[in-house]
């Protein structure tokens, strides 16, 4: 079955540490996309790629990075200057970034705490 | 810029009751719109999505109409089950050439036995 997987599922994270969390589609789709969820609120964009070899920060892109070396695979860095990054992570995917009107598929998240 | 607004929850409901979450948009231009659910640990699941004026998406006894003279695409359902008890989101597509999707805050709904 296609779809997008993120693991882990759980993540901890200590002082000055930086964390990948991976994302990986078999969807064939162009587009991925990187979100963090916060109890009780909405999603927040952090990174979203068109294409392969190509992103572009989202809303919220301070202390983290991404990389788009392959089509299916769209890993997020939490890095060390992200000073409040316990949050559930979600990717998401979509058939083409440059079109809008299309619907995105998200994976099952990632949750990260510090330790 | 764009933006979406849905009613706040959590929203309690006895089993059977009649749903309706009120959600509403601003946009420029027609944007397709996108009901998403998500259950307690999950991801985000499409639910329904309409792309144009007086469209009516439907799935699963869910079902929401785009109304573009009210600019709302409130979520409704006959009668609930214990099983939908799950976070609801609206959302609208960027038109720019982005694929991105804007999310309102998310509603809680509660369903009792």
């Known amino acids: 079955d296609g779809g997008i997987t993120q693991s882990p599922k759980y993540l901890f994270r200590k002082e000055g540490q930086n964390v990948t969390l991976s994302c990986e589609q078999n969807?064939?789709?162009?587009?991925m996309y990187w979100y963090r969820q916060d109890p009780g609120q909405g999603l927040r964009l952090i990174y979203y790629?068109?294409?392969?070899?190509?992103?572009q920060k989202g809303d919220i892109a301070e202390g983290y990075s991404v990389s788009r070396e392959k089509k299916e695979s769209f890993p997020l860095t939490v890095t060390s200057a992200q000073k409040n990054p316990t949050a559930f992570y979600l990717c998401a995917s979509s058939i083409s970034g440059r079109r809008g009107n299309q619907p995105q598929h998200f994976g099952d998240g990632t949750r990260l705490s510090i330790l | 810029g764009d933006s979406v607004t849905q009613m706040e929850g959590p929203v309690t409901l006895s089993e059977e009751a009649f749903l309706t979450i009120n959600c509403t948009y601003t946009?420029?231009?027609?944007?397709?719109l996108f009901w998403y659910v998500q259950y307690p640990g999950e991801g985000l699941q499409l639910l329904l999505k309409?792309?144009?004026?007086?469209d009516k998406g439907s799935n699963k006894g869910f079902e929401a109409t785009y109304r573009k003279e009210t600019t709302s695409f409130h979520l409704e359902k006959g009668s609930v089950q214990v099983s939908d008890s799950a976070v609801y989101f609206c959302?609208?597509?960027?038109?720019?050439?982005?694929?991105?999707?804007?999310f309102g805050q998310g509603t809680t709904l509660q369903v009792k036995p």
């Open positions: 969807l064939n789709h162009d587009a």
């Open positions: 309409a792309t144009k004026a007086d």
């Open positions: 790629s068109q294409i392969v070899n190509d992103f």
């Open positions: 959302a609208l597509s960027e038109l720019s050439n982005t694929g991105k999707l804007i």
């Open positions: 946009a420029t231009g027609y944007p397709s």
